[in-house]
């Protein structure tokens, strides 16, 4: 998908995301086995804050756990039920890109810590579909906190 207009939204924290004209984002942060469950990362409700997690992977400019806190909210701004916006932050907190805490990087001529943005992602071990169906029931039978869904045991 390339952005013709900037796509911004302001998280419940004041965090302002931005994904700017003129980028090109395929969708590909978010693990292809959710897509049976909810679709591709260009249709439905969820579209907008799946474009914004894209750029925000691609910049890595903030924490990879922070981006997908970013996701989820939006996906409520958006008007997605609870159960599948938990799936999919379940999805992208669990099998999405993690990378360095862009606060460690270096300081740059003493100013801001340089962009992680040449830093390697670590993409995890990527789900099978039958994995993925079973996270969604799980939560939709235990409606699960986001804490609960980022415990690595919880499962």
């Not at 302001?10 to 897509?35: E, L, M, Y």
């Not at 992977?57 to 997908?68: I, L």
């Not at 992680?116 to 039958?130: I, L, R, T």
Request: net charge neutral.
């Amino acid at each position: 998908m390339h952005l013709l207009a900037d796509l911004q939204y302001t998280a419940p924290t004041g965090q302002k995301w931005v994904a700017p004209k003129g980028r090109t984002v395929d969708g590909a942060s978010i693990p292809r086995a959710f897509w049976t469950i909810i679709g591709g990362p260009f249709e439905g409700k969820y579209r907008d804050a799946s474009v914004l997690h894209d750029v925000a992977c691609d910049e890595r400019t903030h924490p990879w756990s922070d981006v997908a806190r970013m996701f989820y909210t939006a996906m409520l701004c958006s008007g997605v039920n609870v159960v599948k916006a938990k799936t999919m932050y379940y999805a992208v907190y669990n099998f999405g890109p993690h990378w360095p805490d862009p606060a460690s990087a270096p300081k740059t001529f003493g100013l801001a810590p340089a962009v992680h943005k040449n830093a390697a992602a670590f993409m995890p071990a990527q789900p099978s579909e039958d994995e993925a169906l079973r996270i969604n029931e799980w939560i939709a039978q235990n409606n699960p906190s986001l804490a609960e869904i980022e415990k690595p045991a919880a499962k």
